[in-house]
C-alpha cells in the first residue's frame, strides 16, 4: 500500500468517525458518577470486544486501523453512509476480525502467559494482508532507528538530575516557573472533526495539573476537561455526548494537564531512565518515567534543554497503542518559555494546536475543570 493511499483511507476514516460513529450507540447514557460506559451494553452487535471501557473500545478502532491501514469501510459495511446502524452488521471482513482477535488471544494466552506480546500490528505491519515472504528491499534497505521505541538504551554521557536542570533553566529558572500558577491561552484548533480547517480554541490551564480545552467547533461546542483526579470529554466525535475518561486515557488527560507547569514532571515518576535518539535528523535526549508496573512515558529534550516531544502508550484488549505530543514555536510567557504550537498524534486521529496568545496568572473559576454538559449540537 502506498503512503497516499494510506493517507487516504486514514482521512475516510477520521470523517467517517466524526459524522457517523456516535448514532450506532444505544440511547442509554451513564451519569457522572456511575460505572465507566461498558462497551458491549452501549455499542450493538459486540460479541468479542466485551466488558472493557468505551473510550478503550475506540482505542482498539484505533490498533485496527494503524495496523491494517484500513478505514471504516474498509470492515464495516458501505451502508453505513446512509444509515448509520449499520455499522452494526456483521461483514465477513468484520467476521474475519474476530476470528483473528480470539486466535491473537490464544497465543497470547498459550505462549506468552496472557501477556499482550502479540498484537494485530505484530504480522500486519501496517497491511491489510501479512507478509510470508522476506523483504529483499527491508534485508538490504537503510536501518531506521524508532525514536518513539518503548524500549531505550542507556546514554551515560550525562544524567537524569543534569538533563531536568537543563530543562528547568532552559523554559525560565524554578523561581519563575514558580510563579506561573495559571494561564489562559486563545488560538486554533485543527483536526478531523473540524474538516481539515482551523477553529477556535480556548485553553484553561491552573497548577499543578488542571486543564480544560474547549473548541468551538462546528457542530457545536467541544469540550474536555481534567480536574486533577478524573477526566471527561464532550465532543462531538465520541461515541458518546459524554464520556468519563479512564485507564489510560485518565493517565493522559492528566499528563497533557501536568507538563504545562514543568517543574512537576520530574516528581510525577518514581523511576526515571535516560537515552538518547534523532528526530528528524536533530539529536535529542530521551528521558523514561516509570511508576510501578504502568506503562512508561517518553520525554524528549532538544539541544537547548527545551521538550519538543513526549510519547506515550495506553493498553487495550488487543495491544499497547501510541500517542504522541510535539511542541514547538516556544515563546516567552511572564518569563516563562510556553509552547504555541501542539500537534498531538495517535491511531484514531490527528490535532494542532496555534496559539496566538497566552494571559498568565488568571484567576480560573474551579468550575471550568469540572465535568461539562454532555455535548449538544447546533
Request: positive net charge; glycine residues 8%.
Amino acid at each position: 500500500m502506498t503512503i497516499g493511499r494510506r493517507r487516504a483511507l486514514f482521512l475516510a476514516l477520521v470523517l467517517v468517525h466524526t459524522s457517523l460513529l456516535g448514532a450506532v450507540a444505544v440511547a442509554r447514557q451513564a451519569g457522572a458518577d456511575q460505572a465507566p460506559l461498558m462497551s458491549d451494553t452501549y455499542f450493538k452487535n459486540v460479541q468479542v470486544l466485551k466488558g472493557i471501557p468505551v473510550d478503550e473500545f475506540m482505542d482498539v478502532m484505533g490498533m485496527f486501523s494503524a495496523s491494517l491501514g484500513y478505514d471504516c469501510v474498509s470492515c464495516h459495511s458501505e451502508q453505513l453512509y446512509n444509515d448509520r446502524a449499520a455499522f452494526a452488521i456483521s461483514t465477513p471482513a468484520i467476521q474475519r476480525a474476530r476470528q483473528m482477535f480470539v486466535m491473537m488471544n490464544a497465543i497470547n494466552k498459550q505462549y506468552f502467559g496472557g501477556q499482550p506480546r502479540m498484537s494485530c500490528f505484530t504480522c500486519h505491519r501496517g497491511q491489510n494482508r501479512p507478509g510470508n515472504i522476506p523483504s529483499l528491499a527491508i534485508q538490504y534497505g537503510e536501518l531506521l532507528e524508532d525514536p518513539n521505541s518503548i524500549t531505550i538504551f542507556p546514554d551515560t554521557r550525562t544524567t537524569v538530575e543534569a538533563q531536568f536542570a537543563k530543562y528547568i533553566q532552559a523554559v525560565g529558572g524554578a523561581q519563575r516557573l514558580a510563579a506561573l500558577t495559571s494561564f489562559v491561552a486563545k488560538g486554533s484548533y485543527e483536526g478531523f472533526n473540524t474538516g481539515g480547517g482551523p477553529v477556535p480554541i480556548e485553553i484553561y490551564a491552573s497548577a499543578p495539573d488542571k486543564r480544560a480545552q474547549v473548541v468551538q467547533a462546528p457542530e457545536g461546542e467541544s469540550t474536555k476537561t481534567f480536574d486533577g483526579q478524573r477526566a471527561w470529554a464532550a465532543e462531538p466525535w465520541r461515541p458518546s455526548p459524554l464520556l468519563p475518561l479512564v485507564g489510560g486515557n485518565l493517565s493522559g488527560a492528566k499528563l497533557e494537564a501536568m507538563v504545562q507547569f514543568p517543574a512537576g514532571i520530574q516528581k510525577a515518576f518514581s523511576q526515571w531512565r535516560i537515552s538518547g535518539t534523532e528526530i528528524d535528523g536533530k539529536r535529542v535526549q530521551v528521558l523514561q518515567g516509570v511508576n510501578g508496573t504502568e506503562l512508561p512515558v517518553n520525554f524528549y529534550f532538544d539541544e537547548t534543554g527545551l521538550l519538543v516531544r513526549i510519547v506515550r502508550w495506553n493498553s487495550t484488549i488487543s495491544g499497547v497503542v501510541p500517542t504522541q505530543i510535539d511542541y514547538s514555536d516556544y515563546r516567552d510567557v511572564a518569563g516563562v518559555k510556553l509552547p504555541y504550537k501542539i500537534l498531538m498524534t495517535w491511531t484514531d486521529g490527528q490535532n494542532t494546536f496555534t496559539l496566538s496568545e497566552i494571559q498568565p496568572n488568571v484567576t480560573i473559576n474551579p468550575t471550568r475543570f469540572a465535568r461539562p454538559a454532555p455535548f449538544a449540537r447546533r
